[in-house]
Structures are given as C-alpha cells and as structure tokens.
C-alpha cells in the first residue's frame, strides 16, 4: 500500500523545471524588451531552473533510495496499526513537533533580540531592530504552519510503517539518512509516549551546517520485543 512519494515529488519538479526553462525565452517570443522587464523574466526564471536543477538531484537519490526500501532492500519491519493507534500516534507527533519548534523559534527571537539591541546602541539606529522584527515575522510562518502540515500529512496516510537499514517510512514521511552526508547518530525507543515510539536521530547537511532530525515510528501492540531487537540492531 505505500507509494513512493518522493518519485511524486521529483516528477511534479521535472515539469515545473521544464515551464521555468520555457519561461526564460518568452520575453523573446513575445517580443518584450529587456529593459521593460526582459531581462527580469528571463533571470529568474534561469535562477529557478537552476534551482529545481538541484532539487531534482536530490529527489532522484531519494526516489531510487525509496524504490529500492519498498523492494525489500534491507528490510527489518513492517508494522500496521489500528485506526485508534494511528490517531494517538498522530497526535502526539503533532504536539510533539509543535512544541520543538515553537521552543526553536522562541530560542531564535531571543538571539535576534540581543543582537537586534546591541547593533542598535552601537548604530544609535533602530533600522536593525526593525529589519530582525521584519525577519521574526517571515520565520514564524513555516514555524507554526510545518506541524499543522505534518499532522494533515499524517492523518490521511496510510497507518502502516516499513524499517529498513537506510531509512524509514512512515505514512506518507520519508526518512533517509543515507547519501548526501546524512548519517544515523542513535536509536532509541521512548516508552512515554502513546503508543511507545522507536525513534530514529539522524543529521543531514544544510546550508548552515549539519541538522538534527527525527524520525518516530509508533510500536503497534505487541510488537516492542520486536522493537527491541531493531534498536539493539542499529546500537551494533
């Protein structure tokens, strides 16, 4: 029952990154002149295939990482739930994630502010303050609205999940930490929450280095022995 959503993702790329490259040649076609905005069209919409250029890249790796998961490739589990497993696992992932990103965003204001302050006193201008002010605003969006993406994701998934050696499926979320630099750092199994979850930390670089990420896979009943041994398989 699982799809491979990141072949999804990569085909909706090819063809966005085929009407960016389009794009760069209409102000020629249609006969506008640079000056009157030409060369605008025509360089952001280059900036935009390079950009799904990249995006493309990583989406093919990740496809091929996910095809070779849903052939059995280093397969530990797979693992079905109830409908009443699936909502209490939902849930708590969403409040889960909502409460560590409203910590980071609250932890990144905080910062913001101090510099903000300081660069003031030093400035005797307030030009900084309202420039971090602007950029608090602009981050608090994707703070709040990513868990609320997440849990719709979640809920009209299908309750199921698939273990394997270089990543995990849970849903309709896709955790990979292979390739790319990524890389598994622990495994652990937190009985506080319900259901218990085995969670999976991992680091993949960024722009602004290595980030921490979590993968939480719900442990349907009766199968925490069964979760125990993964965990001791990945502690090796």
């Not at 497993?85 to 965003?105: G, Q």
């Not at 990144?108 to 602007?134: A, E, K, R």
């Not at 602009?138 to 999940?161: D, Q, Y």
């Not at 849903?171 to 495994?187: E, I, N, R, S």
Request: aromatic letters at 10%.
């Amino acid at each position: 029952m699982i799809h491979n959503t990141q072949r999804r993702i990569l085909n909706r790329w090819y063809i966005l990154t085929l009407v960016f490259l389009i794009s760069v040649f209409v102000p020629s076609m249609l006969g506008i002149d640079g000056m009157d905005g030409g060369y605008g069209i025509s360089f952001l919409a280059g900036f935009m295939v390079m950009a799904g250029l990249i995006v493309i890249v990583v989406y093919r790796a990740r496809a091929k990482q996910m095809d070779k998961i849903l052939k059995g490739e280093g397969r530990l589990a797979v693992w079905r739930y109830t409908p009443e497993e699936w909502t209490r696992f939902v849930l708590a992932d969403y409040l889960d994630e909502k409460r560590e990103k409203k910590n980071l965003y609250i932890m990144l204001v905080v910062i913001g502010l101090i510099v903000g302050l300081l660069m003031t006193v030093v400035l005797q201008s307030p030009v900084l303050l309202m420039v971090v002010g602007g950029i608090f605003a602009i981050t608090a969006i994707p703070a709040f609205l990513v868990p609320r993406l997440r849990f719709r994701k979640l809920r009209h998934s299908e309750a199921e999940a698939l273990i394997a050696e270089n990543g995990v499926i849970v849903g309709k979320m896709f955790h990979l930490w292979v390739k790319t630099g990524a890389c598994l750092d622990q495994v652990s199994i937190n009985h506080e929450e319900n259901p218990a979850v085995i969670e999976f930390a991992y680091s993949m670089p960024t722009r602004t280095g290595m980030q921490e990420q979590m993968a939480r896979v719900p442990i349907p009943e009766g199968k925490m022995d069964e979760a125990i041994r993964i965990m001791k398989h990945f502690s090796r």
